[in-house]
């Protein structure tokens, strides 16, 4: 379907402006402009920061998005990578959808802070979050949080975080989540699906912004195959992975790479549920205050992590 007139205006908007050169300078543009587009917050019951030491010490900060109406008892979470292509973005950019998204799921969101390249590239991250991982399971049961049922996701680069998490444990020998959120998941480092072609550019997201990404992300690394835990798509193998929700967007260069790993996780014998968002771009849930219609990206994306949860 095409796009609705709101996001039409929006994205020719974009379009008019050349990226900057320097992708600090596009961080600082994104940590500023991303919040308005949200529209205004919503409410939760509580708002918690922890501090975790990632292996090489660094301390992590996680944010705990707790939803009003949860049960007695030990209650479910996901953890929660954002997006922002690797290099830019903050728990600050993500309190809005972190919040609409803990309202959506009736569960515990907890954001992760991991570092950002190019001046932590892969697989810093990755590790960051995987030790955020590791913390929030060891420590379920004195958060009051449900071991069992424990999931992780993200958006767009998170996603990638995600999806390689689960690769990670599983290469480690070490339990999966209960699921796994991939919301329009960067995935192929190789670029090539036929979606890059169809929105290569005047879509929100271009595919020269996301090769910029990608260069930022495995700064200095032989690209040439990527290693899978950096593309997940470059993964040989699938099974074994944590039960599977994967959101994609219609009008977006990653769509293709995040149907076809969805694909591949069902053809591996993974519970994978795979909608595509029609009318929707690249990094919606962000898009609140220019079109309410977006809305449905954390309210799916919500819908199915209850079910997952239940």
Do not use: K
């Not at 709101?6 to 008019?16: G, P």
């Not at 200095?220 to 040989?236: F, K």
């Not at 293709?256 to 969805?262: H, K, L, M």
């Amino acid at each position: 379907m095409l796009l609705e007139p709101a996001l039409q205006q929006f994205v020719d908007a974009v379009a008019a402006h050349a990226l900057p050169e320097d992708l600090r300078e596009l961080r600082a543009i994104s940590e500023n402009a991303l919040p308005q587009l949200q529209g205004a917050p919503q409410a939760v019951a509580h708002v918690t920061e922890h501090t975790v030491i990632a292996r090489d010490g660094h301390a992590l900060e996680l944010r705990f998005y707790t939803p009003e109406g949860l049960p007695d008892g030990p209650v479910p979470a996901l953890l929660f990578a954002h997006g922002g292509g690797w290099f830019q973005c903050s728990l600050a950019v993500y309190d809005g959808p972190c919040r609409a998204l803990a309202n959506a799921s009736g569960c515990v969101i907890v954001a992760v802070g991991y570092r950002l390249a190019p001046e932590h590239p892969f697989p810093v991250p990755l590790h960051d979050v995987a030790d955020a991982w590791q913390w929030l399971q060891d420590n379920a049961e004195r958060l009051g949080l449900d071991p069992r049922r424990l999931a992780i996701g993200g958006d767009s680069a998170g996603g990638n975080l995600a999806a390689a998490g689960c690769l990670l444990l599983r290469e480690q020998g070490l339990p999966q989540p209960c699921h796994q959120l991939l919301l329009y998941p960067a995935l192929d480092a190789g670029m090539g699906s036929g979606s890059y072609s169809d929105y290569a550019t005047g879509y929100y997201l271009s595919a020269e912004l996301m090769q910029r990404c990608w260069q930022a992300y495995l700064s200095g690394m032989d690209l040439d195959p990527p290693p899978a835990l950096a593309s997940p798509a470059h993964a040989t193998d699938l099974q074994g992975l944590a039960p599977a929700s994967v959101l994609s967007c219609e009008h977006d260069p990653l769509r293709d790479e995040a149907e076809q790993y969805a694909h591949r996780l069902q053809a591996a014998g993974v519970d994978c549920t795979l909608e595509r968002l029609p009318g929707m771009i690249h990094a919606c849930i962000h898009l609140q205050d220019v079109a309410v219609s977006t809305g449905m990206a954390v309210q799916r994306a919500g819908d199915l992590l209850r079910q997952a949860l239940a």
